[in-house]
């Protein structure tokens, strides 16, 4: 099997991104997003992690059952999470296992499966969001003035509904 040479493989994504974005209008600004979330992501994980022993996956889902008031069906949690929803069952599946949350069938239709914060997992959000939320004003927050962060919400959040509804 051959491989491209350096040159050859550059020049051919470099033609492909000619065609298929004219003036490569926006494409660093791209790329600064996936890095700036990449590295966020990995830091946050890593700081949760080290200091509460939580992975930050499993903090978002406590943190999204709170903010729910306790409780969501699996699907709805699957939408809110930060994972895929064939992640989330088995995150749940060693939550649950852990004792920071719990199964029940929906009443409505008995088919459906929801998720309930126990005193457990309440008891780990509350030590973890102080860790996490310090770390999203540290690495984030401090970074972007109030006008920069306004832009950024409402650009991303334009991206947001157009892709949902788009």
């Known amino acids: ?3 491209p040479s350096k040159p ?10 000619a065609r298929e974005v004219p003036g490569r209008r926006g494409l660093q600004a791209w790329d600064a997003l996936l890095r700036a979330h990449a590295t966020l992501l990995r830091q946050l994980e890593t700081d949760l992690e ?4 939580l992975a930050l996956a499993d903090f978002d ?12 069906r699996m699907t709805e949690l699957a939408d809110h999470a930060l994972i895929s929803r064939s992640g989330m ?6 939550l649950a296992h852990e004792g920071m949350v719990r199964r029940a069938h929906a009443d409505a239709d008995g088919r459906g ?8 997992g309440l008891a780990r959000l509350t030590v973890a969001a102080p860790v996490h939320i310090r770390g999203v004003s540290d690495l984030f927050l ?25």
């Open 50 to 53: 080290s200091k509460t022993g």
């Open 142 to 166: 401090t970074k972007l003035d109030d006008q920069e962060l306004a832009v950024l919400e409402s650009a991303l959040a334009k991206v947001t509904l157009d892709c949902n509804f788009g």
């Open 113 to 120: 499966v929801v998720v309930q914060l126990t005193k457990s």
């Open 89 to 94: 069952t088995r995150r749940v599946t060693r």
């Open 8 to 17: 050859d493989a550059a020049a051919h994504l470099d033609r492909i991104l």
């Open 61 to 72: 889902v406590l943190a999204q059952l709170a903010i729910a008031g306790g409780s969501l």
């Open 1 to 3: 099997m051959q491989v």
